[in-house]
């Protein structure tokens, strides 16, 4: 036993006496693994952070942990069908209020935004503005002006939104679209002056990552809102704009109406409706309506619900558009606050309204029904995400127990990962193709350890033959060359990690400011971060990348010894 333990001890003090024979190559080696590993810990922490600072605005900015929709909404999402909504939510909020939930209920539409000096279409979100500010933290991310209140025409837009149509206070106009176009209508020269006294004029770097092309007439210049101002000059700046009529805007949509069609021509019932029912649905669909036999189309004869219903929910399911009616309506709200939040998606091209004016034809005839309830526990931590108790499978289950004629079967509970598909993508791709990058680097590093130690070996040959020759085995001889190479990757190794964690500190603390290329991009490139990005503490893999690289660089070392072992003693002796 104390000579098996002798061997070992000679064969590392070998191994660490061979280190410093070449100390050059040795250098640049440890100096190759330690990019590598410092720049995997860097990259897996960079990418760490954006995650979960996305996933935490989604959850604290966008969606809660869970939404309460109908089962058709969910499955056509993506056209945002305002048919599909639903009324009695307040049941399930009161239930859920009970039992440690906030909701906020959403009535949630399509349209285009006017303004006297542009548009842009946009989603809007009618809500309960107490609801969705005890839900959600993006109520308080004004740049200018406040949130919505109840009983009014108001509408809060996204910044960006904002600044295309030339509405709300001008972030970062140039001289001459403040003077021409925000200032021209006002008045009173001295506040005139006092507008032009809030901003300064914009330092852009001219080189680097950061020079964006900000395109801008000859003899113009980039202006910017002053840092710190006090809240009552921002609010006077908003009163002097909103006098000229600068925050009047104009919302177009159109309302889709679900109800049976007053008539359906015989053809699209033969071809586009028949083929998709079943024998009872044909029947109870026939029994509502007459065929005229002029004409060829069938006439609506039938007014009672308990058979236009079920007609009703046959023809959603089989998607014929004649179901839905489409009526065109304008509303007239006054812009009184511009959303920035951490969050790029409140920012650009949503507005937010208050429910309660919408109920009527004034507004969208909503008659008290919604297409979603936001659901989040009751002070839940926003640096977290969201909890098994508000997973969508407990909720579910809860609401089931909880009302008493139990959850409508027409309803669903949602988790907010069901509706973050588009940063799921970016984020999957962006981590695959990052962890590529620095997996070729790390090939590239033990590339050169096996060069390395091939060279090491050739020059050794004589070396190699002589110990042999003096009773080393062959496995020792591999031992003393791996461990050579091992010590190396584990300096390495730890180079790499101390370069990794000095990298990540202030990544974790400042992050990279891109808020510029977010502006250039218009606010969505999939992350939901709106301007830095950080980093975050990785600590097994910091760990788990030193010992891999360790025992990926003793293995580098295995083919070129055991080729250096197939050339007989005596040549080996011979060797020059």
């Known amino acids: ?74 499955d056509k999402k993506d056209e945002l069908p305002m048919y599909e909504s639903f009324s009695n939510w307040e049941q399930y909020a009161a239930a859920l209020d009970k039992a440690g939930y906030d909701s906020a209920p959403r009535f949630v539409f399509t349209g285009t935004l006017y303004s006297e000096f542009g548009s842009a279409p946009m989603q809007f979100i009618a809500c309960d503005p107490a609801a969705e500010a005890n839900l959600l933290r993006y109520t308080t991310y004004t740049d200018a002006g406040r949130y919505i209140k109840p009983g009014a025409f108001e509408i809060a837009l996204g910044s960006m939104t904002a600044q295309k149509i030339k509405a709300g206070v001008p972030q970062r106009p140039t001289r001459s679209e403040l ?17 032009t006294g809030l901003y ?24 910017v809102i002053k840092k710190d101002l006090p809240p009552e000059d921002l ?56 065929l005229d036999p002029l004409t060829g189309v069938y006439y609506l004869s039938s007014d009672d619900p308990a058979l236009l219903d079920p007609i009703l ?39 937010y309204l208050p429910m309660d004016v919408l109920q009527d034809e004034s507004g969208l005839m909503l008659e008290g029904r919604v297409t979603e309830l936001l659901i989040r526990e009751k002070n839940a931590d926003d640096s977290r995400l ?21 959850l409508s079967p027409e309803l669903g509970v949602f988790g907010w990962l069901d509706y973050a598909a588009d940063y799921i993508a970016v984020s999957k791709g962006d981590d695959i193709s990052s962890r590529i990058i620095v997996i070729l680097l790390f090939i590239l590093s033990f590339l050169g350890i096996a060069n390395t130690m091939l060279l090491a070996i050739l020059e050794r040959t004589r070396e190699i033959g002589m110990m042999r020759a003096m009773g080393m085995t062959d496995g020792q001889l591999i031992g003393t060359y ?56 990785n600590v097994p893999v910091i760990f788990l990348s030193g010992v891999v690289a360790t025992i990926l660089s003793s293995l580098m070392a295995f083919l070129p010894v055991k080729r250096a072992l197939k050339m007989p003693v005596t040549e080996s002796l011979r060797f020059e």
Request: some cysteine; hydrophobic content about 45%; aromatic content about 8%.
């Open 1 to 74: 036993m104390s000579g098996i333990f002798s061997t070992a001890v000679e064969i590392k003090r070998i191994a660490w006496r061979n280190l410093f024979r070449h100390k050059v190559k040795t250098i640049i080696t440890v100096l190759a693994v330690t990019v590598s590993v410092g720049l995997y810990i860097f990259i897996d922490g960079w990418i760490l952070g954006m995650n979960l600072d996305s996933r935490r605005n989604i959850v604290n900015y966008e969606s809660g942990a869970a939404k309460l929709q109908t089962k058709a909404y969910f």
């Open 179 to 195: 003077e021409n176009e925000y200032l021209a209508p006002v008045s009173d020269e001295a506040d005139r002056a006092f507008i």
């Open 200 to 223: 300064e004029e914009l330092v852009q770097k001219k080189h680097g990552m950061y020079d964006l092309g900000d395109k801008i007439a000859a003899g113009d210049v980039r202006l």
């Open 235 to 290: 609010e006077r700046c908003w009163n002097i704009l909103a006098a000229t009529g600068r925050m009047d805007l104009r919302i177009s949509t159109v309302l889709d109406i679900k109800a049976a069609p007053d008539s359906i021509r015989q053809d699209r019932y033969d071809n586009d409706i028949a083929p998709l029912l079943n024998d009872g649905e044909r029947r109870v669909l026939l029994s509502a309506y007459e």
């Open 313 to 351: 929910v046959s023809l959603i399911r089989i998607d014929y558009t004649g179901a839905v009616r489409h009526v065109n309506q304008l509303v007239d709200a006054v812009l009184v606050g511009m959303i920035n939040s951490p969050n790029p998606k409140n920012n650009n091209n949503v507005g």
């Open 386 to 406: 969201p909890l098994k108790s508000e997973s969508s499978e407990t909720i579910t289950a809860f609401l089931s127990a909880a009302i008493p004629s139990g």
């Open 482 to 537: 791996m461990m050579e190479a091992g010590m190396v990757g584990l300096l390495g190794s730890v180079f790499g990690i101390i370069l990794g964690c000095l990298i990540n500190i202030p990544m974790i603390k400042y992050g990279i400011d891109y808020s510029a290329v977010s502006d250039q991009m218009g606010g969505d490139f999939g992350y939901r971060i709106a301007a830095s990005f950080k980093s975050a503490w």
